[in-house]
């Protein structure tokens, strides 16, 4: 099974930066897509950035050009790099994996505990 830990939440103001890491360990064949979902209150959860394990990614539109995913391979560990913070960035923020526990397996999906991202005007 895997595990995510989540870290790099916090307060800051609007325009400020946060850069938020997602630690994946646990008994596993491969990671394939990592990602970053958002959850605020009222509000369904939702896509932020994902990033497949050859590097490709992908935003939601409110995000691109301010927000940037990326992954250490060699350590399970996707980041989200969040640049010129708006309050409606504010949410709770969940890390998510699909991952196989053997070679020919089916994948599996994983969620971390979240963190959250609170951003004052």
């Known amino acids: 099974q895997v595990q995510l830990v989540e870290s790099g939440g916090g307060l800051v103001q609007a325009g400020e930066s946060l850069r938020l890491s997602c630690a994946a360990s646990?008994?596993?064949?491969?990671?394939?897509?990592m990602g970053w979902y958002r959850q605020a209150p009222g509000n369904q959860r939702e896509l932020v950035a994902v990033?497949?394990?050859?590097?490709?990614?992908n935003y939601t539109d409110s995000v691109k050009g301010r927000f940037v995913i990326s992954r250490d391979n060699a350590k399970n560990t996707v980041y989200l790099q969040m640049n010129s913070l708006k309050p409606e960035d504010t949410a709770g923020y969940y890390c998510?994996?699909?991952?196989?526990?053997?070679?020919?397996?089916?994948?599996?999906?994983?969620w971390g505990q979240g963190t959250l991202v609170t951003v004052s005007s």
């Open positions: 646990g008994s596993f064949f491969s990671i394939n897509r």
């Open positions: 998510n994996s699909r991952y196989q526990l053997r070679r020919w397996s089916r994948y599996l999906e994983v």
């Open positions: 990033i497949t394990s050859g590097g490709t990614t």
